[in-house]
Nanobody, 122 residues
């Protein structure tokens, strides 16, 4: 069982940056692929980024590639998502999720946080 709690959301002006954090509790954090998804108002939840258990290249959605960085601190059971050059279309609820398989599909993620709201003003 893994519990996930996101933080770091808020209101940001377009062009600004934000770093979201996800604190994980429970066993075997290092065993999980960690990902961020987001759900904009009136839209379906979509993949944003993922990071695997050990070394390797993170994966990003095209919508954030080049201006986003996902990272994890296995010693502290933390996952981060930094997004730079924020756009109004980045406005969404951002969710942290954990899976035992490498996937961009939300149905493969066993554990989810409650989400943190990000609003980007133009």
């Amino acid at each position: 069982q893994v519990q996930l709690v996101e933080s770091g959301g808020g209101l940001v002006q377009a062009g600004g940056s934000l770093r979201l954090s996800c604190a994980a509790s429970g066993r075997s954090f290092n065993s999980y692929v960690m990902a961020w998804f987001r759900q904009a108002p009136g839209k379906e939840r979509e993949f944003v980024a993922l990071i695997i258990r050990g070394s390797g290249t993170p994966e990003y959605a095209n919508s954030v590639k080049g201006r986003s960085t996902i990272s994890r601190d296995n010693a502290k059971n933390l996952v981060y998502l930094q997004i730079d050059s924020l756009k109004p279309e980045d406005t969404a609820v951002y969710y942290c999720a954990a899976a035992l398989v490498l996937s961009r599909l939300q149905q493969h993620y066993n554990y989810w946080g409650q989400g943190t709201h990000v609003t980007v003003s133009s």
